[in-house]
């Protein structure tokens, strides 16, 4: 029988709902359980995928083609875990799912209603995994008492009540704000939101309380007697130098012990501290790699989210600190900017804004020397590149950019081109490709063959890849024999562009090969 945790939020959003769920999942993983992590959005959205980063941060992708929030991706680096679509829901998706039951007559013409046809789709979603895992981990976006997510709430309530009480444990994550002026903390936050909870109908077992400073035992009575939970559920998380420090954080408040206890649960093996000491010793840093990211979104980190932790992920592996800058594509003063930086990124993203910028950025770093590494359109941006100023193929292009250009050195797949919904309809999730032996790519991966995430519609037009390799841009990887999926200037520090995404299968302790060898290579021509 599988276990349910679920975490909720009140107060305000970004509290951390992903990170404490997925520092607990650890906790009870390094316990021995198969932990499992489900997490639904509240938007009327099908998924993320076609909404701008500004609005959501970046859009993860799992294996098997979700366009997903980036949670998925907090999950998979703690837990090490592939998720999947069943990792992934939202409102939209779920409204959806019962409106086409409602159009093929599943209802027998019964009205159908948010209470039961709704929660009831939700409540199949809780237990989606529950043959999987020992413990299900489930987090619901959004804070309490948003109106969208009231299904959300009203479906764990039931779930909760049709359950044994010890196979749920409720979780509220919330905010103990810090009031300069009085030099006090304030809980008076927390209890409103709890309140507010449990007037849904949910009382929580276990109070997170984000804070900036350490709550002392008075503080911690005082929200237990008001938020009616034990105190020692009364859980102090602040913020950490790394989030991977976080588990250690609340193992040292007994978090998992006070989990396991109240499901009823034995733990499978003894705790295993290592996970906590290879963490700390992944701090140590000898040196200081400066690298500049070049993309539209410079000013919103939440979009770059996997390209930050896998840079960050590979530069502690090295025994060096990652100073990561955000550079927007579309600033005047880019280049001269770029001057002051060891290695350049251009990550992925879609329409033409900032691609000229992206281009001259790549210029810099070929003919300057400078590590480059290019992810999907940056991939795409070096063919164009390269195209424009090696082969001499005046104003070269993408399709996606500029349909009439004389040269399509970037264009659209013929099964993409009747495509009319934007939403899940691109090449995604994993592909595999065959590098060629004598590639960098190849000295990177140590394999010819490899499988990686995609999330992208348009593909290097295979007509310009003599042309191009005559100059010196070489397809060093290719899927099915046909697409081409890397890139590669051999004359070079390191200069790569690949069409897929390895971001999304960084782990901490276990660098991603591309952004390893990257970030060696900048370490050997840092300033």
Not at 162 to 183: C, M, Q, R, W
Request: overall charge positive; some cysteine.
């Amino acid at each position: 029988m599988s276990k349910y945790i679920f975490i909720t939020g009140g107060v305000v959003s970004s509290l951390g709902k992903g990170i404490s769920g997925a520092s607990i999942g650890k906790l009870l993983q390094l316990r021995g359980f198969k932990v499992n992590m489900i997490k639904f959005d509240p938007y009327i959205n099908i998924d993320p995928g076609t909404m701008n980063p500004y609005q959501h941060g970046e859009v993860f992708v799992t294996a098997d083609g979700a366009e997903s929030d980036l949670d998925l991706g907090t999950y998979e680096r703690f837990l090490d875990v592939y998720t999947s679509k069943a990792n992934t829901n939202t409102a939209g998706d779920i409204y959806k799912t019962v409106i086409n039951r409602e159009r093929r007559g599943d209802y027998d013409g019964a009205t159908v209603q948010v209470i039961p046809h709704i929660t009831d789709e939700i409540k199949k979603r809780f237990a989606a995994l529950k043959n999987k895992c020992d413990i299900s981990i489930i987090e619901i976006g959004g804070t309490v008492g948003d109106i969208e997510g009231l299904p959300f709430m009203e479906a764990a309530r039931q779930f909760q009540l049709e359950n044994k009480k010890e196979d749920i444990f409720s979780i509220h994550v919330t905010l103990v704000p810090y009031i300069a002026g009085a030099h006090e903390l304030k809980t008076k936050p927390t209890q409103h939101s709890v309140n507010k909870l449990r007037e849904i109908g949910i009382s929580p077992d276990m109070i997170i309380c984000r804070t900036e400073y350490h709550l002392d035992e008075s503080l911690k009575r005082k929200i237990s007697l008001f938020c009616n939970v034990k105190k020692e559920c009364v859980i102090e998380a602040m913020d950490a130098p790394s989030i991977y420090f976080i588990p250690e954080a609340f193992y040292d408040q007994k978090v998992d012990s006070l989990i396991i206890e109240e499901l009823n649960m034995k733990t499978k093996k003894k705790f295993d501290k290592t996970w906590f000491t290879k963490i700390k010793s992944l701090g140590e840093f000898n040196k200081t790699v400066k690298v500049a990211v070049v993309g539209k979104y410079a000013d919103l980190k939440d979009a770059y989210k996997s390209i930050d932790e896998s840079l960050n992920i590979a530069a502690t592996e090295l025994k060096a600190k990652a100073e990561i800058h955000y550079l927007g594509a579309e600033d005047k003063d880019l280049v001269r900017k770029l001057k002051d930086f060891d290695a350049i990124l251009v990550p992925g993203g879609f329409g033409n804004r900032g691609v000229e910028g992206k281009i001259k950025a790549i210029t810099y770093a070929r003919k300057n020397k400078i590590p480059f590494l290019g992810i999907c359109l940056g991939m795409q941006c070096s063919v164009i590149e390269a195209s424009r100023n090696l082969a001499k193929l005046k104003n070269a292009n993408s399709t996606e950019f500029d349909e009439t250009t004389k040269y399509p050195v970037i264009k659209i797949l013929e099964e993409q081109k009747n495509v009319s919904y934007r939403g899940g309809t691109m090449r995604l999730g994993n592909y595999k490709a065959e590098i060629k032996k004598d590639a960098l790519a190849h000295n990177l991966y140590k394999s010819i063959a490899i499988e990686e995430r995609h999330r992208h519609r348009y593909e290097m037009n295979p007509e310009f890849i003599d042309i191009l390799e005559k100059v010196g841009l070489s397809v060093t990887a290719y899927h099915k024999g046909v697409l081409p999926e890397i890139v590669e200037i051999k004359d070079h520090p390191f200069f790569l562009g690949v069409q897929f995404h390895p971001e999304f299968a960084s782990r901490p302790m276990k660098a991603h090969p591309i952004f390893k060898g990257f970030l060696s290579a900048a370490l050997k021509v840092s300033k």
